[in-house]
């Protein structure tokens, strides 16, 4: 080696008296405003948190069919993006059966939520182009929409006068982004109304189906078609890691917007593939959650019988299984929280920033699994956490 040191056995001295402060600082201000976020293991008191809705996963529902052996590649590692080494077959005959499901010419699978809408609305729209969203659509929504070299405006939530007003305005190829069901309330979009503002308007709808997927519909399969609207969306986005108690997400959308994502996504285009491990779960959450309509039934049963019991609290106007109790101020929902998990339930405080100021509530979610008195102990204690 002439004497030249290995690479290897360079000694790389620490770095001393790193100055971090300007990290500190921000934190610090977290904690100030009682907003400062930790991890922590899920509770093993009655869950009131997750989006378990249907008890898939509680109940190991995928594990009881799921037949690795159909895999017979890639099974816990795909060894690439798709456009190099991760594609196979399995993937492919999932977003068929996707698509069938959902009505679709075409779908296209996401490792998560997250990507799909980012890699969904990063990619789109463009230069000169008008992306109009609901001011209470999710964060990887806005993310997207942060991505693109679009114009983008927010609208009032819900408010189809301040959306006709904002259409009226846009320009380029415009498109409206909003969430079936919003994951904050509960509350459901007017889609019949938006669908007739994007046909007078000629925007091009995407509906984000998170927290509709398994729950909405005879089949659970979601708002959009539970209304019939599938023709009138532009893109659906349906996550899997709500009531399919699995992971990823699927685009369900024209063959052409297939082909475009796959060539302009960078979350898709960038990301190592879904091992086959993954998709399995997929293909078998599909098989179960259409049959679970008795589940779906114990969740309006426990939802009417949370807003019977709520009273004089403050709850929003939601018809699904998020309820959300306000109880303004950090400070006092975390401790509304504290009482309820030292009394054996399993439930979050969702604090400012996540939620504005004053809006900051116990975001109670019911599960097809909970018991009405469960759910009337838990409303009790909330009302009277005085």
Known sequence: MNGTPSLYNVTIAPTK??????????????????AFRQLRI??????LCSNDYLGIVRNKRIESIIDHSAAQEKLYGSTGSRLISGNYRLIEETE?????????????????GYDANTGLLGSVPQR??????????????RDGIRLSLARSFSFAHNDLADLEKKLSQASGNIFVA????????????????IVALCRRYGARLIVDEA???GVIGGSGEGLVQMLQLQDDCFARIYTFGKALGCHGAAIACSSLLRDYLINFSRPFIYTTAMPASAVLAIQAAYSLFPGMQEERNNLQSLIGAFRAAAGNLVISESETPIQAAIIPGNRQVKAAASRLQENGFDLRPILSPTVPQGKERLR??????????EVERAVGMIVSRD
């Not at 899920?42 to 869950?47: E, I, M, R, T």
């Not at 909003?178 to 109304?193: K, N, V």
């Open 17 to 34: 008296d790193m100055n971090e402060d300007f990290l500190n600082s921000r934190l610090q201000r977290r904690q100030e405003e009682d």
């Open 42 to 47: 899920a509770g093993a008191g009655v869950d």
């Open 96 to 112: 068929k059966q996707i698509a069938r499901f959902h009505a679709s010419p075409s779908a296209l699978i996401f490792n998560s």
């Open 128 to 141: 000169g182009d008008t992306v109009l969203y609901d001011q209470l659509s999710h964060a990887s929504l």
């Open 178 to 193: 909003t969430e079936s069901i919003f994951s904050m309330d509960g509350d459901s979009a007017p889609l019949r109304e």
């Open 211 to 213: 927290h509709a997927t």
């Open 364 to 373: 109670v979610v019911l599960h097809a699994f909970n018991t009405i008195a």
